[in-house]
């Protein structure tokens, strides 16, 4: 059951539950598409996240309470549509040294050896489950449970870009130099955020980040592959 709460004068939340997971996330995605399907006037625009959508319409066109029937009417009718497919991105990731400094902490905090930590890290494939806080930065779902830890008590001013971290039970990658209150346990090479890209964001919500390990020669490596425009991530399709 959804409901439905006002977002200023011209947007509404449509929340779907309190769970971070993917059967929700993909009850979210259809629901969005069966609305553009529905083609209702004066709605401009979507913005899922976790567990709800946020819609925004234009109030002289269509009023909150038009909306708010039209969206109940395709929620309680709808259908399952096609699955659309889905891409893994292959990212390379430096883990520890002095650009992953919280890769102790975690392995001290769980009681793990550095390399579990970077083993288990590496071995889910995260689904996006939207994209935001800076361009470029996706929140990612799928941390293993025994790879959770607190975020700092004092954030960093700074962190690199393309630093990996754990914040609680979410993991991510950060696309610029922020402030971050993550373990940062290590580094990608790869720019998520490029303006001069045809397509500036490198990875979009409903697709899939999985890890692999590189030392420090092959991150130093695949940098300067990249300054060429000779490195490209690899991709693999969804099972």
């Known amino acids: 059951m959804i409901e439905i709460h ?3 004068d011209s947007a509404v939340s449509v929340s779907f539950g309190n769970e971070i997971n993917e059967v929700l996330y993909k009850e979210i995605q259809q629901f969005i598409s069966r609305v553009k399907q529905a083609n209702l006037k004066g709605v401009v625009e979507f913005v899922p996240s976790y567990c709800t ?20 009417s395709i929620y309680h009718h709808q259908t399952n549509l096609e699955q659309q497919e889905r891409v893994v991105y292959e990212v390379p990731v430096y883990y520890g040294g002095t650009t992953g400094p ?34 470029g930065f996706p929140y990612l ?7 959770a830890v607190p975020r700092l008590d004092h954030p960093r001013p700074k962190v690199q870009a393309g630093s990996v971290g754990i914040g609680g039970n979410q993991t991510g990658i950060y696309p610029a130099e922020v402030p971050s209150g993550w373990r940062i346990i290590g580094i990608t090479p790869v720019p998520l ?12 919500a409903g697709d899939y ?7 420090f020669k092959e991150y130093k490596e695949i940098q300067q592959l990249l300054a060429l425009k000779a490195f490209e991530v690899k991709t693999y399709k969804k099972e």
């Open 6 to 8: 006002l977002l200023g």
């Open 102 to 135: 919280d890769l102790t902490y975690v392995a001290n905090y769980h009681q793990l050896s550095e390399e579990a930590v970077i083993r288990l890290h590496t071995s889910q494939e995260y689904l996006i489950y939207m994209m935001g806080f800076v361009p």
């Open 141 to 147: 779902g799928g941390l293993p449970p025994s790879l």
């Open 53 to 72: 959508v946020a819609i925004y319409y234009k109030p002289e066109i269509i009023n909150f309470y038009e909306l708010e029937e039209s969206l109940k």
């Open 193 to 204: 955020f490029d303006i001069e890209r045809p397509s500036p964001f490198l990875f979009s």
């Open 209 to 215: 980040i999985k890890f692999y390990s590189v030392d």
